[in-house]
């Protein structure tokens, strides 16, 4: 290999997006040889085609895009996460819970106190959207507040929603699963066009927010304020309103995804709708290459990070694990791939490759 290669090679893996795509391109791997064994074409896990339904009319179809349909609720908490972990070193772990509160929330506007299943709207659907994203953001001021003013851990302040969320999500809607058969309201859990609604939302949550921390200092202040806190107050940077402000976004993002995890099913499920999804937008924070304590980070690397663990759960899947073993193998590997990029892991390959070279000298 060449100088000239081998400069371009170390600097595409130094990249902070390197070890997330290595990790999705393994599970591609795992897809084509599994298929080719099984006596499929090996490239069956990249098919896309156009297919016919009842509901939805003719609509994109393929493993591929039900990785990006079924991970787009982790993909949304991951926006959040990333930047409450880059500007708090915390993690939130409230998040699958107030994403069902905001669900729960939603649905009992759009159908009505006491009701527990409609086809017409109480309420016009901007009401309830706009209620469900209002909700999220109550919530992360209040984890906000705890966090940055009462200088709380943000697990023990995140930890009192995480209990809290869905028991006050189950009083609003009388202990009962709501349902709310109105086509405008699943039009955000189905397809737009030919096209999943949720990963169009997911695109669009992402393009927002990427503009937003590049157009402005947003994105330094968090970075800075996450390196150094009291260092960022001393240079003149509120600390404290950059980590509420984050908190907030995060519940904001929450919302978003109990929005589209609510109308997927047109119903607001309180014990089951986020559950053990804030377990998968922090794994994705971490197989994103981001450093869960504070500073630097990379958005593409977490959005990568919950494809990712979507595409192993798919994976899982269609290689006959059932739904009971699949977390067992998806821990087993999500511990594998966090272990590669852990520091000591890269200090010991670094060290290899320096004597390596010294013996090739």
Do not use: H, W
């Not at 058969?181 to 955000?188: E, L, V």
């Not at 999943?196 to 947003?218: A, E, H, R, W, Y």
């Not at 937008?281 to 990712?308: H, P, R, W």
């Not at 739904?323 to 670094?350: G, H, M, R, W």
């Amino acid at each position: 290999m060449s100088k000239e290669n081998k400069l371009t090679f170390k600097k595409i893996r130094s990249s902070s997006l390197f070890m997330p795509l290595v990790c999705i391109f393994l599970v591609m791997a795992v897809n084509i040889l599994y298929d080719a064994v099984s006596g499929n074409n090996p490239l069956t896990f990249f098919f896309i085609s156009l297919q016919e339904t009842t509901g939805n009319g003719t609509i994109l179809y393929g493993r591929i895009i039900d990785i990006l349909n079924r991970g787009s609720e982790a993909a949304i908490l991951a926006i959040g996460m990333t930047l409450v972990v880059s500007s708090s070193a915390g993690t939130d772990i409230s998040v699958g819970s107030v994403m069902s509160l905001c669900a729960s929330f939603c649905c009992m506007l759009l159908a009505g106190y006491g009701v527990s299943s409609t086809r017409d709207l109480a309420v016009p659907l901007i009401v309830g959207v706009l209620g469900c994203l209002l909700m999220g953001c109550v919530c992360g001021a209040f984890n906000g507040f705890l966090v940055a003013n009462l200088n709380i851990q943000p697990m023990v302040a995140t930890l009192i929603l995480y209990s809290a969320a869905r028991a006050i999500g189950l009083l609003l809607c009388n202990d009962l699963i709501v349902y709310v058969r109105n086509d405008s309201f699943g039009f955000f859990g189905s397809y737009c066009g030919i096209f999943p609604t949720p990963f169009l939302i997911t695109v669009i949550c992402v393009v927002i927010i990427s503009v937003v921390l590049k157009k402005t200092s947003l994105g330094l202040y968090i970075q800075s304020v996450g390196i150094n806190s009291k260092a960022s107050r001393i240079a003149g940077l509120n600390s404290r309103r950059i980590i509420f402000l984050t908190y907030v976004l995060c519940g904001l993002f929450a919302g978003v995804a109990g929005l589209v995890a609510s109308s997927r099913i047109t119903s607001a499920d309180s014990n089951n709708i986020g559950l053990y999804l804030e377990m998968d937008a922090i794994l994705a924070v971490a197989l994103g290459g981001n450093s869960l304590g504070g500073g630097k980070f990379s958005l593409a690397g977490s959005i990568i990070g919950a494809y990712t663990i979507q595409a192993i759960t798919t994976t899982l899947y269609a290689l006959g694990v059932s739904t009971d073993q699949a977390p067992v193998f998806k821990a087993v590997i999500v511990i594998i791939i966090v272990a590669i990029q852990s520091p000591p892991v890269k200090a010991y390959l670094q060290k290899r490759k320096a004597a390596r070279g010294v013996v090739e000298a």
